[in-house]
């Protein structure tokens, strides 16, 4: 993995040993198999390596077995220097084969080690990203605004407030203006998703740690209404939703996209503009 490579990567590459990876692929075709969660979610697979692969000829079973089970292979080739290296092109040439792509650039980089981050893995759920584009399902970035109760999607592709605050798994940042992904994901145990912070609780259904649920977890108008003010009834999206226009500040006031909020300057505070149609 990444860490190994980060440690050990100086060495082996001085080394000049090559990598076997059959053994690898078998093991991560039955991981998916027998403990991939079967909600949806797209299956990844990275190879990473700092030499050329010397078993590809004993490859093709495995990787007909991760493409029945519909997983997108990528390769990262890991290089000392800036430079690139025989080498360095030779493990590329080895590993494009591989991937899903077959000999296609798309799936495959050649990186320093402190580029894997910007160019691989920053990306991977943005659907106009280098591969988020083959991993992000584009028909549900396209209904995005329409949320769906118990469904967690990509925070980044959220286009506003409603729908991301309505996410289990996302919270809107009025400071930068865009949807980010809930503290409360990265806990991948109940007792650090419970003991750590008090606004995670621990779906048993799918073993994840998620945001508490507040007004999305309301499950009718009345209920709603006689919340505090901070939920309101969104009779369009049948769903409890956060009030609208419950910024802090005149600048993520103004810029919200999705109601009409003004800023009143003498008292701080932000609120739903009055209509103001003429028919």
Request: charged residues 20%; proline residues 4%; negative net charge.
């Amino acid at each position: 993995d990444v860490d190994w490579h980060e440690a050990n990567s100086l060495a082996a590459s001085a080394a000049g040993t090559g990598a076997y990876i059959e053994k690898a692929l078998v093991r991560a075709a039955s991981i998916f198999e027998t403990s991939s969660p079967s909600d949806g979610r797209k299956r990844v697979l990275f190879i990473i390596t700092n030499g050329q692969i010397q078993d590809e000829d004993k490859l093709t079973a495995a990787r007909t077995d991760l493409a029945g089970l519909d997983v997108q292979i990528f390769g990262i080739v890991v290089r000392r220097t800036k430079q690139l290296t025989s080498n360095d092109t030779a493990a590329e040439a080895s590993l494009k084969p591989i991937t899903s792509n077959g000999t296609n650039n798309d799936h495959t980089l050649n990186l320093m080690m402190d580029e894997i981050p910007v160019a691989a893995l920053n990306g991977i759920c943005d659907p106009n990203g280098r591969w988020g584009r083959y991993i992000v399902d584009q028909a549900a970035v396209a209904a995005q605004t329409q949320v769906q109760a118990d469904v967690h999607r990509p925070c980044l592709n959220y286009p506003n407030k409603v729908p991301c605050s309505a996410d289990m798994g996302c919270m809107w940042s009025d400071t930068l203006i865009t949807c980010l992904d809930s503290p409360c994901i990265k806990y991948c145990t109940r007792e650090q998703c419970l003991g750590t912070v008090t606004d995670c609780e621990w779906d048993t259904a799918v073993e994840r740690c998620f945001k508490k649920e507040v007004c999305s977890g309301i499950p009718n108008s009345i209920l709603c209404d006689q919340s505090d003010n901070k939920c309101s009834w969104n009779s369009t999206m049948n769903l409890c939703i956060d009030t609208p226009c419950l910024h802090v500040d005149e600048l993520s006031c103004v810029a919200d996209s999705t109601f009409n909020c003004k800023w009143d300057t003498v008292g701080s505070a932000c609120s739903v503009a009055p209509c103001q149609h003429v028919d």
